[in-house]
Structure formats: structure tokens, C-alpha cells
T-cell receptor
Framework: AQSVAQPEDQVNVAEGNPLTVKCTYS??????LFWYVQYPNRGLQFLLK??????LVKGSYGFEAEFNKSQTSFHLKKPSALVSDSALYFC??????????????FGTGTKLQVIP | DVKVTQSSRYLVKRTGEKVFLECVQD?????MFWYRQDPGLGLRLIYF???????EKGDIPEGYSVSREKKERFSLILESASTNQTSMYLC????????????FGSGTRLTVV
């Protein structure tokens, strides 16, 4: 069975500092990995995905994520945090080798607070 | 701009009522999903559909049913609402295939009293 873990419920970072939101996963095959962001009282918005190829993936709003197969991680990063980045971030995984309908499993979310 | 539209942002219903949550997408996506979101539990899949009139149970289908009579519309039905169904409900859609992200609606916050 596939799973995804976001070990931090909340991450605090000062505006202008680099930020990292952590995600680890478990799948039987090669994973498809996704990051989504949720602003208050809104649905989730797709940020970026890793399917294959370069381990460093760039996405919307200056975010990027690094796929590390040996550590089974897919951490979300941004070089310089903005107050407007404050939101809830979800990591998600899909196992394309699982057969049938390949369900997406979401993490429990990490609240990012950027402090002015 | 592509959209997934959920008919209500906030809904208050009484215990035992039959509740309909509507979701419409304008992207001609094959797949549609209903999730509920609860603090500390993340998103849990209730039902999904990969084609018109097709439906599959997700992780927590008990107490829910769905209907997909047209490709663009996917309805979630709470047969007899209970207080433990108070939650944020999110609809999403995606094209067929495994490499696509989901497009989500803005959510419906349902309170059952």
C-alpha cells in the first residue's frame, strides 16, 4: 500500500529566508509525486509534480521540489519566502505500477507560516 | 480559466436530512473525485468516477452515494446526514491517465446540526 508522510504540522520561517516543507513517501514501484497548496477557505491548487526525469522540479510561484529516491523524499523548497506563501501545503503520491485505478494518497498537510 | 465549481460554499443541514452536493467541471475531464478534509486527517477519498455512469468507492464511502449522469457533473449524496459528516467537502477532476494533477473546487463546508 502506498503512503505519504508530512512530519511537520507547522513550519515557521522569516520572510526572505529559504523554506523547506518535508515529505516522505512509500510505494512499491516508481512514484508519481505532487505538491498542492491550500489558501484559507479555498480548495487545493496544484503546484508541481514529479513523474520522471530531472530530480529537481520547478513549479508555480517560485516553488521547487527535489525528488530523492534513496531517501524516498520529495521536499518542497523556495529560496526566499513571502508572507503570501503562508498556507497549508499537501504532498501526494500515486503508484503507477499498482494496477487498476491508481489512487492518489494525500498527506495530512503542513501549515506554513511566513513571519514578516 | 478552467474551473471546478461547487454549488455551495457553506451549508447547514439537520440530522437525518438527505443532502446533495453538486460539482461541475468545464474541462471535459474524464475523472472526478469527492474528498472530505478534516484537521489532522488530510484528504480522504469518498468516491470517484472515471466515466459517465461509472463510480468507484474510495476509502470512506459509508453513508455516501454519488451520481454521474453527465460527464461534467458529479454529485455527492448524503443519504441521511449525521453530525460526524460535518466537514469540508472537496470536488476534483483530472484527465484520464496517471500523470496529471487534480483541479479542485473551492470546497463546501457542511455543518450537520
Amino acid at each position: 500500500a502506498q503512503s505519504v508522510a508530512q512530519p511537520e504540522d507547522q513550519v515557521n520561517v522569516a520572510e526572505g529566508n529559504p523554506l523547506t516543507v518535508k515529505c516522505t513517501y512509500s510505494v512499491s514501484g516508481n512514484p508519481y509525486l505532487f505538491w498542492y497548496v491550500q489558501y484559507p477557505n479555498r480548495g487545493l491548487q496544484f503546484l508541481l509534480k514529479y513523474i520522471t526525469g530531472d530530480n529537481l522540479v520547478k513549479g508555480s510561484y517560485g516553488f521547487e521540489a527535489e525528488f530523492n529516491k534513496s531517501q524516498t523524499s520529495f521536499h518542497l523548497k523556495k529560496p526566499s519566502a513571502l508572507v503570501s506563501d503562508s498556507a497549508l501545503y499537501f504532498c501526494a503520491v500515486r503508484d503507477p505500477d499498482s494496477g487498476g485505478y491508481q489512487k492518489v494518497t494525500f498527506g495530512t498537510g503542513t501549515k506554513l507560516q511566513v513571519i514578516p | 480559466d478552467v474551473k471546478v465549481t461547487q454549488s455551495s460554499r457553506y451549508l447547514v443541514k439537520r440530522t437525518g436530512e438527505k443532502v446533495f452536493l453538486e460539482c461541475v467541471q468545464d474541462m471535459d475531464h474524464e475523472n472526478m473525485f469527492w474528498y472530505r478534509q478534516d484537521p489532522g486527517l488530510g484528504l480522504r477519498l469518498i468516491y470517484f468516477s472515471y466515466d459517465v455512469k461509472m463510480k468507484e468507492k474510495g476509502d470512506i464511502p459509508e453513508g455516501y452515494s454519488v451520481s454521474r449522469e453527465k460527464k461534467e457533473r458529479f454529485s455527492l449524496i448524503l443519504e441521511s446526514a449525521s453530525t460526524n459528516q460535518t466537514s469540508m467537502y472537496l470536488c476534483a477532476s483530472s484527465p484520464a491517465g496517471v500523470g496529471y494533477g487534480y483541479t479542485f473546487g473551492s470546497g463546501t463546508r457542511l455543518t450537520v446540526v
